[in-house]
C-alpha cells in the first residue's frame, strides 16, 4: 500500500507564494492518480485539485484556477502543489491523497490520506 507524507507548509504572507510536497512510498506510483484536499478550521474537507499517473490530466476546484498548480515527478515518487496569489482564505490544513481512479476525486473518494501540513496565510 502506497504512503504518503505532506511537507512545507507554514506561514506566508497574502499573495505570497508556498510549494507544497508530497512523497509517496511503493513501486506503483506512476498508476495512482494524486490529489490535494484542505481542511480549515470549523469546515470539511474540500477538493483541492488532482492530477493523473502520467500528469497529462489535471483538476482544479474553481477557487484555486489560476493560483495554483498540481505537478508530479514520477521518478521521485513526489507530487507537488504550487501555490501563487495567496489568499487568507487559502488557510487549511492541506492533505495529499492517493487513489487509481482519477475521477473520484473531487467527491473526495480516494483510498490513501496523508498526515496534512498546515498553510496559514497571514500578515
Known amino acids: 500500500q502506497v504512503h504518503l507524507v505532506e511537507s512545507g507548509g507554514g506561514l506566508v504572507q497574502p499573495g505570497g507564494s508556498l510549494r507544497l510536497s508530497c512523497a509517496a512510498s511503493?513501486?506503483?506510483?506512476?498508476?495512482?492518480?494524486m490529489g490535494w484536499f484542505r481542511q480549515a478550521p470549523g469546515k470539511e474537507r474540500e477538493f483541492v485539485c488532482a492530477?493523473?499517473?502520467?500528469?497529462?490530466?489535471?483538476y482544479y476546484t474553481d477557487s484555486v484556477k489560476g493560483r495554483f498548480t498540481i505537478s508530479r515527478d514520477n521518478a521521485k515518487n513526489t507530487v507537488y502543489l504550487q501555490m501563487s496569489s495567496l489568499k487568507a482564505e487559502d488557510t487549511a490544513v492541506y492533505y495529499c491523497?492517493?487513489?487509481?481512479?482519477?475521477?473520484?476525486?473531487?467527491?473526495?473518494?480516494?483510498?490513501?490520506w496523508g498526515q496534512g501540513t498546515l498553510v496559514t496565510v497571514s500578515s
Open positions: 511503493g513501486r506503483t506510483f506512476s498508476t495512482y492518480a
Open positions: 491523497a492517493a487513489d487509481k481512479a482519477l475521477a473520484g476525486f473531487p467527491k473526495r473518494n480516494v483510498e490513501v
Open positions: 492530477i493523473s499517473g502520467s500528469g497529462a490530466i489535471k
